[in-house]
């Protein structure tokens, strides 16, 4: 059933152009036939012949096959319809963009192109693409990936057992041009070997381990403590595929990054020790970890921006003279889950702070303590402890598998979602017009 109230909206807006024309008799020719109607708004002639051209123009520069134009102008009106259906939906939802926010995307688009947004306006005049068509249809792009975000996004979830199903059964391709060179210790326990001897070796492993981790040479321990026959190698297995890899390390072999030292691994003939030397043929992903703590000042009513600053250089004063950082962000620190620990955030990657923290953190020296840095959260001072270039290989892996999983239940979803969108909706198609 055709909903009468829509139809009624429909019918008087056009009504009320075809008034505005018949006042122009020599503007009348121009009036645009509607080729559907979208719920409340219909799809005019100009703005199909218009999207028609853009995807020409698209089709051409790719050198590709133009399809018959009956059939690009109807695929081109079908995209066009489930546009407007999810920018009226949108519109529902109070979706919408900011003229800020559409010139700072503008502004990261021309840079991306090396170019200030001056030039990359004159760049799009002079491929004959009128920089207010291109703002339009940007905030077009922003609105709808804000619906669907909204939406979908928050739905789709992935799992750390789906992660390792895919890992498992689709990454298996290449994996024998991957090479782990592996070093081995082996603290073997006799097979009657009482609970306290058992234990006894256990501790060993574990105290073994430790000391590797802490920068022992694996060499020197191998050959001092492993009962394997590989020990006067220094324990070193060689270079081996996942295939040639005995079945007990497979899966933790397959979880190690470069250097990385293996819990002890219980077998009959007692606790085995793996450090992955090296990786051959998978890329290392190298990222730097700091160690840092913090003060901070947050901003009120009572503290503005000049108090806080002063604040913090008094006590980054009272730290030069001798005064424990921990103890002063203990006291005085804003942030109450940090301050606790003395201010410390502990171990942090690329990402895990915001911007300008981050920035002015990267910029110090071990131990060096920064001048106040403001933040959306306050002022802060902020001191480097320590820093590690860590192989983050596996952990980037992992996450790549994970955003693979879901862009593909994203893309499964918004599917299911703009059918369903479209179905339930009213759109009425002149077919004649086509």
Not at 39 to 53: F, M
Not at 133 to 141: A, H, V, Y
Not at 388 to 401: A, I, M, P, T, Y
Request: hydrophobic fraction near 40%.
């Amino acid at each position: 059933m055709i909903d009468q109230k829509k139809m009624t909206r429909v019918i008087a807006s056009v009504l009320f152009c075809s008034f505005l024309f018949s006042s122009f008799p020599v503007q009348a020719e121009v009036l645009d036939t509607i080729i559907a109607v979208v719920e409340d708004d219909v799809i005019l002639e100009h703005e199909l012949q218009r999207e028609v051209a853009a995807i020409e123009q698209r089709i051409q520069a790719a050198k590709a096959a133009m399809p018959p134009a009956s059939v690009l102008r109807r695929q081109v009106l079908e995209k066009m319809i489930v546009d407007k259906l999810q920018r009226q939906l949108a519109e529902r939802a109070g979706v919408n963009v900011t003229e800020e926010m559409l010139n700072s995307s503008a502004a990261d688009i021309a840079q991306r192109n090396n170019m200030n947004l001056q030039e990359f306006r004159a760049e799009l005049e002079s491929q004959g693409i009128s920089y207010k068509s291109f703002l339009d249809n940007m905030r077009n792009e922003i609105i709808i990936n804000q619906l669907r975000g909204r939406e979908i996004g928050g739905r789709i979830k992935v799992t750390d057992r789906e992660v390792d199903h895919y890992l498992e059964t689709q990454d298996k391709i290449g994996e024998q041009a991957v090479q782990y060179h592996l070093g081995h210790i082996l603290i073997a326990v006799k097979e009657a070997a009482s609970a306290a001897q058992i234990q006894k070796a256990r501790s060993k492993a574990e105290v073994i381990v430790k000391n590797l981790r802490a920068g022992q040479d694996f060499t020197q321990s191998a050959i001092s403590e492993s009962n394997d026959a590989n020990a006067l190698k220094g324990g070193d297995l060689g270079w081996r595929t996942m295939g040639d890899i005995p079945t007990l390390f497979v899966d933790v072999v397959g979880k190690l990054a470069q250097g990385e030292v293996a819990e002890p691994i219980r077998s009959p003939s007692g606790f085995h020790i793996i450090k992955m030397l090296e990786l051959k043929g998978l890329d290392a992903h190298m990222v730097t970890k700091t160690k840092v703590r913090h003060i901070l000042i947050k901003t009120n009513e009572l503290i503005d921006d000049a108090e806080a600053k002063k604040r913090l250089l008094a006590l980054k004063a009272r730290i030069a003279d001798g005064d424990d950082f921990a103890a002063l962000a203990r006291a005085h620190s804003d942030d109450k889950g940090s301050a606790l620990k003395g201010g410390s955030l502990d171990w942090v990657g690329p990402g895990d702070l915001v911007k300008p923290f981050e920035e002015a953190m990267g910029k110090l020296a071990v131990n060096e303590i920064s001048e106040p840095v403001q933040t959306q959260f306050g002022w802060h001072l902020i001191q480097v402890l320590d820093r590690q270039n860590k192989d983050n290989s596996e952990e980037f892996k992992r996450n790549l598998v994970r955003e693979a999983i879901r862009k593909r239940k994203i893309e499964e979803e918004t599917e299911l979602w703009l059918r369903r969108l479209r179905d339930e909706a009213f759109v009425e198609i002149y077919q004649d017009r086509l």
